[in-house]
């Protein structure tokens, strides 16, 4: 059973517009959570992060929401770049780091 | 220079064969991590070393050992590799301590005919 889950596969957004990537998880464990961003050939990269004391967290045009209750976090792309398609891949970590399945982004100039 | 040096980047293989993946980091973190990611699976741990001395199962270790050779060096290693393990595979370091990110390398496509 996946413990944390990215239900849309892709995305597709216009340059300039906004750019929303969902995820949840189950593990109530979880006081971490990461975005990773990942292009073709090349390992993923860290993009941000956010501890569960916040629900909040702000790096220039990258934006993490945290909804404990929902267990649901969201990454905001504001404005959105065609530099930015690749994929994207949240993470809780517990003990560990547990990965969704990842959701392509797909921005169109 | 890469921080985190995956060999080899690309390999082709028969079932049954002996396979080794090799990681290289310069980045001096204690920790290290193998992943493998297939899709719409995202990222599996299958070890994790949180030190020299250090090895542990992840999430998928079946059919997988680790061999940690240095602070620098973790080794992935099929003894019998299998179509099932066709997969891309991940590298990860980290420093110690909490809530550190991962530092990844740029994987090991691996086809296992």
């Known amino acids: 059973d996946q413990q944390v889950k990215q239900n849309s596969p892709s995305l597709s957004v216009q340059e300039g517009r906004i750019s929303i990537l969902n995820c949840d998880y189950t593990n109530s464990m979880f006081d971490y959570f990461l975005w990773y961003k990942k292009y073709p050939a090349e390992g993923p990269t860290f993009l941000i992060s956010?501890?569960?004391?916040?629900d909040k967290n702000e790096d220039g045009r990258f934006t993490v929401f945290l909804n404990k209750s929902a267990k649901h976090l969201s990454l905001h792309i504001v404005p959105s770049q065609p530099g930015d398609s690749a994929v994207y891949f949240c993470g809780g970590a517990g003990n560990m780091l547990t990965f969704g399945g990842g959701t392509r982004l797909m921005v169109k100039p | 220079d890469a921080d985190v040096t995956q060999t080899p980047r690309n390999r082709i293989t028969k079932t049954g064969k002996r396979i080794m993946l090799e990681c290289s980091q310069t980045?001096?973190?204690?920790?290290m991590y193998w992943y493998r990611q297939d899709p719409g699976l995202g990222l599996r741990l299958i070890y994790y070393?949180?030190?020299?001395?250090?090895?542990n199962k992840g999430e998928i270790s079946d059919g997988y050992s680790v061999s940690r050779q240095a602070q620098a060096k973790f080794s992935l290693s099929l003894e019998s590799a299998i179509p099932n393990q066709t997969a891309l595979y991940f590298c990860?370091?980290?420093?110690?301590?909490?809530?550190?990110?991962?530092?990844f390398g740029d994987g090991t496509r691996l086809s296992i005919l």
């Open positions: 956010i501890s569960s004391i916040k």
């Open positions: 070393s949180f030190d020299v001395k250090d090895i």
């Open positions: 990860a370091t980290s420093p110690s301590g909490a809530r550190q990110p991962q530092h």
């Open positions: 980045k001096g973190h204690d920790r």
